[in-house]
């Protein structure tokens, strides 16, 4: 699921905080609300960066879709998985 099927989806709390603390870790009990949106972490997902013990940080591309949203512009949709780049 790609981050905007799930951001609608979180409280708006949570999303004034994804905005304010773009590119920050994100913190477990918020990566249990994405996960409960119906959001899956994997490395296929383009919104997903890094993700391991030192816990989940959003790529850079999910880092401007928020920030998009964060300054009232539409960003332009996505697919779920990362395609090839040439």
Do not use: C, H
């Not at 994100?26 to 391991?52: C, H, M, N």
């Amino acid at each position: 699921m790609s981050i905007e099927a799930w951001w609608p989806k979180l409280r708006q709390q949570s999303r004034d905080y994804l905005m304010e603390n773009n590119g920050d870790e994100v913190p477990a009990e918020l990566v249990e609300e994405i996960t409960g949106a119906g959001a899956i972490i994997s490395a296929d997902a383009w919104w997903v960066g890094q993700s391991g013990p030192a816990g989940l940080f959003l790529s850079d591309e999910a880092n401007d879709w928020i920030d998009e949203v964060a300054n009232g512009e539409t960003p332009e949709p996505r697919g779920e998985d990362r395609g090839p780049t040439s």
